[in-house]
């Protein structure tokens, strides 16, 4: 059985590997695409919109409503994306180890 001293050290090692991986995450960036690629959009991991690129044969003032939906889809593909990579990053830090949910705070 483990003493305690050897769980807290465990537990202080995954809260550092946890602050290592919140700042990775943060400083990492994804990009969603929608239209075959006509519309993408790069969020960083804090879920930030930091570009937006378009197609200029898109921008024509009778399919606005064309140009929105493919920006939603876009930023909805980038967020899935960031929260695959969030995932991915906790199975890391955890070994796979299922804690309930439990999603960086951020």
Not at 58 to 64: D, F, G, R
Request: aromatic fraction near 2%.
């Amino acid at each position: 059985m483990m003493n305690m001293q050897g769980i807290m050290k465990q537990a202080q090692m995954m809260q550092k590997k946890m602050e290592e991986a919140q700042k990775k995450l943060a400083e990492s960036e994804v990009t969603g695409s929608s239209g075959g690629g006509m519309v993408k959009i790069t969020l960083n991991g804090k879920f930030e919109a930091k570009n937006v690129q378009i197609d200029k044969s898109l921008v024509n003032s009778e399919e606005v409503d064309i140009l929105e939906d493919l920006l939603l889809a876009a930023f909805n593909d980038a967020r899935n994306k960031v929260d695959s990579m969030m995932s991915d990053g906790m199975k890391d830090i955890t070994g796979g180890l299922n804690l309930g949910g439990l999603k960086l705070p951020f």
